[in-house]
């Protein structure tokens, strides 16, 4: 199974670029990486997903590196709202589940 | 947001009594999910449902069943409550399901359940 690994906590100034880093280096090639977001005592969010290309929408940016072994979340200007947990997964093939590592516990400091 | 309703919201009940959990949405999605999320283990997939009366199991299944029997409506039930099962229930829903490469879950509020 394709594991993730993202630092379990980051800081981040407000109005600034928050960028958040995972590793997936067992990534297969029709795996796709996804990226959610869990604030305090509320459902995770869907953010943004991708496989190869980089992608742009409304709340964020995802840059998958070439050889596909890591990507980065971009928040381009962090407000306090953004703080929250933030889950780097890679959809197993096959597997019936999203599968919720530890992930970056994200704070904006104002 | 996607029209996601989780009843009841607390719940706190004694061991060894049923307890049933509902799961509603607005959305005509097909494909309906039962996670639990706790301390150390994040989230961990219960039960889903790929459509009406279509369930099939998650990777925690045990001491839990599910039903059914509308589209909008997802019941997690556990038949003799234990302590181990205390925990934060959330339901999700998405079109595509798990067996396609690329889907989105959108995730309901949350149940906080306590068994003592």
């Known amino acids: 199974d394709a594991k993730t690994t993202q630092p379990p906590s980051m800081d981040c100034a407000e109005g600034r670029a928050a960028n958040l880093p995972c590793n997936h280096s067992?990534?297969?090639?029709?795996?796709?990486v996804y990226w959610y977001r869990q604030i305090h005592s509320q459902g995770p969010q869907y953010i943004i997903h991708?496989?190869?290309n980089n992608e742009t929408n409304e709340m964020a940016s995802l840059i998958i590196t070439e050889d596909r072994k890591s990507s980065t979340l971009i928040l381009p200007h962090a407000t306090l709202r953004d703080t929250a947990v933030y889950y780097c997964?890679?959809?197993?093939?096959?597997?019936?589940?999203?599968?919720f590592g530890q992930g970056t516990r994200l704070t904006i400091n104002p | 947001d996607a029209g996601i309703t989780q009843s009841p919201r607390h719940k706190v009940t004694e061991t060894g009594t049923p307890v049933t959990l509902r799961c509603h949405q607005t959305?005509?999605?097909?494909?309906m999910y039962w996670y639990r999320q706790d301390p150390g283990h994040g989230l961990r997939l219960i039960h889903y449902?790929?459509?009406?009366?279509?369930?099939d199991k998650g990777e925690v299944s045990d001491g839990y069943s599910v039903s059914r029997s509308k589209t909008e409506d997802f019941l997690l039930t556990l038949e003799s409550a234990t302590s181990s099962q205390t925990s934060v229930y959330f339901c999700?829903?998405?079109?595509?399901?798990?067996?396609?490469?690329?889907?989105?879950?959108?995730f309901g509020p949350g149940t906080r359940l306590t068994v003592t």
């Open positions: 449902s790929y459509g009406v009366k279509d369930t």
């Open positions: 997964i890679v959809r197993v093939a096959g597997a019936q589940k999203l599968v």
């Open positions: 959305e005509n999605h097909r494909y």
């Open positions: 999700a829903i998405s079109e595509l399901g798990l067996r396609e490469r690329a889907y989105e879950q959108y």
């Open positions: 991708g496989l190869k």
């Open positions: 067992t990534i297969s090639g029709n795996e796709y």
